[in-house]
């Protein structure tokens, strides 16, 4: 090892830092004195890795950071098996190249430092440098299909080019290349590169195996399907057209649907005539970074279509079909087939280049002159079969696939105590389907044997499709990875981390069986799931807080991810919200404090800061901006953390600066997009976005309140005084403005002196949340929005969602109706369990396949342009964690850092109820339980915890008894 003064370098091979989805394997041998007696290594990698020591998996990560400010996750001696000797570290290191939602588009890089100390006090150090040797991962495909347009690359993994030993120390690296010290250049003004170390814990990874096997039967390949692979059949092409063309025979003239599968920008002609075109949208790529909008990112240019389709007359005998790709240098190729235009079937129909019935080609690539398809293209492809199609996902979904009652050999053996006696042996063709009776995010391993060139698709997804199956594309997002096996036994643990409830798995053998000895998922989390937080005899209220308190469990993992299975995306709701449930149930601030700041870091000069980060894209949703700010103001109140308060409120003062800006002559704020991309978001459900948005002034008007609660925290009264008489003037002009008395609503909005024709309870429990409505015009609404104080009477409409319900639910529970707050809860998430779901959905009741959001006025309707893959899994709808802790239990802070605690249950009615939460002098048990006739609550508070009891929500006969703390003074 080298002195302790060398200092670990940026690595990679230079020539390979841009490319898009890249694998590479480092390596280092070094030679210790003596095993440690302390040991820290500290790693990361734009944008992925995994690592090993020894021949032993240690750890994969990190944290999504920024460029400017990379983390590194820290292991220390008890995570390390070094030895006295030679020892070796490992590296499999990925980089996307593309920009998510979840980390920006950077060049690949890896760094990495170990410090050693032995017990006499010699410390040695080790980090990445030349001396590293490097190759580049063959056996991952590069040509892999995206997954979707937010997520990263399908896993196209061939064993059999994959050196093998090569983390143990013996194996032989000396023709691998030195590795090259890169320097990544910032964009203009950026201060200098600063790595910086992880300050919450490493996730934990716990292998869960399959609950039950879900069904089984068989995948068969369909006659009338073709592709060009271009890994194979175009190796090496260079930017510009690509040209194919060939015939497809038709024994008749009929009607067929032309399906046409690729993420590039291309056009198809049938018979000489154009049917499709797809291509670079101006108004889409707004919603990537700037220096990706020349650039392949997977199906962006499509805008988040995957395939696309024509309606054509085949004629009998053969029909022409030309296909140009206009930058095959970045596709991995693609898919053709016709189908019955009624029964959605593939029609086995025959192509040919030359007319020539059952050839073994299938396409002629033109190479032309003046648009070079590349050194090395064949004139010919080979027909594709069930081993060679290049597209997994749409593979399976174009197949026929069929149930049969009798599950292979083993299968039953590979879940939860299961029956019979293993391993599942797979014949060519068969699948099976299994369930692991809940959400879970990580990544799947295998234990595997089969024939050289065998391939395993391994089908994920969050539910089944309406067959049984798992949907292989669910809503234009690829759900397949693909295994091409070597000869023997082998353990296979995936790279890229996926989200699901069932794995199916499809051999394609060509003849022999394929075993698979075990079967499971790394899955990943903040330590082991906690017991419920919450206990109750209401059966429909406890079901209910289980699924939430699931999701929270699920969504919190590097940083408080929205949906784990889409986007794994940080966005400014879902992260408010998991932030809420972490404090509540793990009594943690770490996620939540370190999402607050990566926020603030993001601020403009203008006083923006995007939706989501850290993030390769550019997400203004103007609405969330100001929800940051009530975000800020709840975290303060429940921590009393000074400091944080002074570092954030300016940021909170600039963004209502921002907010501003947007206003009218009215003084109410305009939805006039004042850059590009923007979006309103609001709700999923349709709301009038057009003018004087009234959801948009209810939320300008709570961060208004919040920040001058932070500043009167801080000991700026003038400006809290300021903060709330703006906040006043706005909820005047609101109610004059947008308040119909006819109606006893409030509008959705007003455009010009045109109010909207639409009052959606969306709009209105913003408008309570926000305190837009007076006393009176509260009473008025909810009379409007609820027959009984069990039964609502609202019609939200379509794409009903539980993150508008979260603001219905904390304006209900300020209100004081807790009867109220409570019907939603169990009627809403409770019918979430009640449906099957193990975890909130993102929407719910779950949308139709194929339907899609209606129009909403005034909106583009997002980068998703109202087609999203809604997932089963999503933070934006965890409300209730926090909200039962806070009302129901009544543990919320009197002042900020609970100093004191304002304990002031609010039951409702309930009889019985008993509960944790947390505070930062530590949680607080609350019992509810019916004695004689009336309620008694007993709550145990943490000594030397002041307190204050309210007892305004409480029957005059309840009975009240507090363990532990100490009254506040008056």
């Known amino acids: 090892m080298a002195k302790r003064t060398d200092k670990a370098k940026w690595i990679w091979i230079a020539a390979e830092c841009h490319r898009l989805d890249s694998y590479l394997r480092a390596r280092r041998t070094f030679t210790l004195a003596g095993v440690p007696s302390e040991a820290r290594l500290r790693v990361t990698a734009f944008s992925e890795y995994v690592l090993y020591v020894n021949g032993r998996y240690v750890g994969c990560g990190p944290t999504p950071s920024s460029a400017r400010a990379p983390l590194l996750d820290v292991y220390t001696a008890e995570d390390l098996p070094l030895r006295r000797g030679r020892n070796v570290i490992a590296v499999l290191a990925h980089n996307y190249y593309v920009g998510l939602p979840r980390l920006p588009r950077l060049p690949a890089g890896l760094w990495l430092q170990l410090d050693a100390t032995y017990a006499n006090g010699k410390a040695e150090r080790l980090g990445t440098d030349r001396r590293w040797r490097l190759a580049l991962a063959e056996d991952f495909s590069r040509r892999a299909p995206r997954v979707y347009w937010t997520t990263g690359f399908t896993e196209v993994r061939d064993t059999r080019r994959e050196p093998q030993g090569w983390t143990e120390v013996g194996f032989n690296d000396r023709r691998w290349a030195k590795a090259d010290e890169v320097r990544h250049a910032l964009p203009e003004g950026f201060p200098p590169q600063k790595v910086r170390e992880q300050t919450a814990p490493r996730l934990t990874e716990t292998f869960v195996v399959p609950s039950r096997l879900a069904s089984s039967g068989w995948a068969k390949w369909q006659m009338g399907m073709t592709a060009i692979p271009f890994e194979f059949a175009v190796p090496n092409p260079a930017h510009g057209e690509f040209y194919a063309g060939t015939f497809v025979r038709s024994h008749r003239r009929q009607k067929a649907r032309f399906i046409f599968d690729c993420d590039e920008a291309a056009a198809v002609y049938f018979n000489n005539r154009q049917v499709i075109r797809q291509g670079y949208s101006e108004q889409f790529v707004h919603w990537l970074q700037d220096e990706e909008h020349d650039h392949y990112t997977g199906i962006h240019r499509g805008q988040g279509h995957r395939t696309e389709s024509a309606d054509v007359t085949l004629g009998t005998g053969w029909n022409s079909v030309g296909i140009v790709i206009y930058d095959p240098g970045r596709s991995w190729g693609f898919a053709v087939r016709f189908e019955d235009a009624r029964t959605g079937k593939t029609l086995p129909l025959e192509f040919s280049p030359d007319l020539k019935a059952a050839d073994w080609v299938d396409w002629q690539i033109i190479i032309d002159q003046l648009c070079p398809c590349g050194k090395g293209a064949l004139p010919e492809v080979p027909t594709p079969n069930e081993r060679t199609f290049p597209d997994p996902a749409y593979q399976l979904a174009w197949e026929e696939r069929t149930p049969t009652r009798r599950a292979p050999a083993g299968a039953a053996a590979l879940a939860a105590g299961g029956r019979g006696k293993g391993p599942l042996r797979l014949r060519d063709g068969e699948r099976v389907t299994y369930d692991f009776g809940d959400e879970r995010v990580g990544h799947v391993e295998l234990d595997v044997e089969g024939a050289p060139g065998a391939i395993l698709d391994v089908a994920w997804g969050e539910g089944l499709g309406a067959d049984g199956c798992v949907e292989p594309v669910r809503g234009g997002m690829r759900q397949v990875d693909r295994l091409i096996l070597r000869r023997g036994r082998q353990t296979v643990r995936f790279v890229n981390r996926r989200a699901l409830r069932y794995l199916e798995l499809v051999a394609r053998t060509g003849g022999d069986r394929l075993k698979v000895y075990r079967l499971g998922v790394h899955a990943t989390g903040r330590g082991t799931e906690p017991p419920a937080a919450i206990d109750t005899g209401d059966r429909r209220l406890a079901n209910a807080m289980r699924v939430v308190e699931r999701t929270v469990h699920r969504c919190l993992q590097r940083t408080l991810e929205g949906s784990p299975a889409r986007d794994a995306e940080q966005s400014i709701p879902a992260a408010y919200l998991l932030a809420q449930a972490e404090r509540t149930l793990y009594g943690r601030t770490d996620l939540g404090e370190a999402a607050l700041q990566a926020f603030a870091d993001d601020q403009r000069d203008d006083g923006f800061f995007r939706a989501i980060v850290p993030a390769g894209t550019v997400h203004t949703v103007p609405d969330w901006n100001l929800l940051w700010i009530i975000w800020l103001a709840d975290h303060v109140a429940w921590t009393g953390d000074r400091r944080l308060a002074k570092r954030l409120y300016p940021v909170a003062e600039k963004c209502l600066e921002w ?63 300021r903060g709330r008489a703006e906040a006043d003037a706005v909820a005047e002009t609101a109610r004059a403005r947008l308040w119909d008395k006819a109606r006893g609503l409030f509008v959705d909005g007003r455009l010009y002196d045109n109010i909207s024709d639409t009052s959606t309870p969306a709009t209105n429990y913003y408008a309570l949340y926000g305190g837009l409505a007076t006393p009176h015009q509260a009473d008025q609404i909810l009379a409007n929005l609820w027959k009984t104080s069990h039964v609502e009477s609202a019609n939200w409409g379509p794409r009903e969602n539980p993150y508008v319900k979260s603001f219905a639910l904390e304006a209900l529970l300020e209100l004081g109706r807790a009867e109220q707050a409570l019907a939603m809860i169990r009627s809403y998430w409770g019918d979430m369990a009640k449906a099957g779901l193990s975890t909130v959905p993102e929407v719910f009741p779950l949308p139709a396949d194929g339907q899609a959001t209606p129009r909403q006025r005034g909106s583009p309707g997002g980068p998703y342009n109202g087609h999203p893959p809604w997932v089963l899994c999503h933070g934006c709808g965890v409300a209730p964690a926090a909200m039962v802790a806070k009302w129901i239990l009544g543990v919320r802070p009197g002042r900020p850092g609970f100093e004191p605690l304002h304990l002031a249950p609010m039951p409702g009615d309930l009889r019985r109820i008993s509960g944790r939460a947390w505070t930062p002098q530590g949680p607080v048990e609350i019992a509810i339980e019916p004695a004689r006739g009336r309620r008694k609550i007993r709550a145990v508070l943490p000594d030397g915890l002041s307190y204050r009891l309210d007892r305004r929500h409480l029957d005059p006969d309840d009975e009240v008894e507090v363990v532990g703390g100490k009254p506040a003074e008056a």
């Open 659 to 721: 907010t501003a800006g947007h206003c009218g002559l009215s003084g109410l704020l305009e939805n006039k997009p004042r850059r590009s991309p923007w979006w309103l978001f609001l709700d999923h459900s349709p709301i009038d976005r057009r003018g004087e948005v009234t959801a948009w002034q209810a939320l300008w008007c709570r961060a208004l309140r919040t920040a001058a609660d932070v500043a009167e925290f801080l000991g700026d009264d003038q400006a809290a005084a």
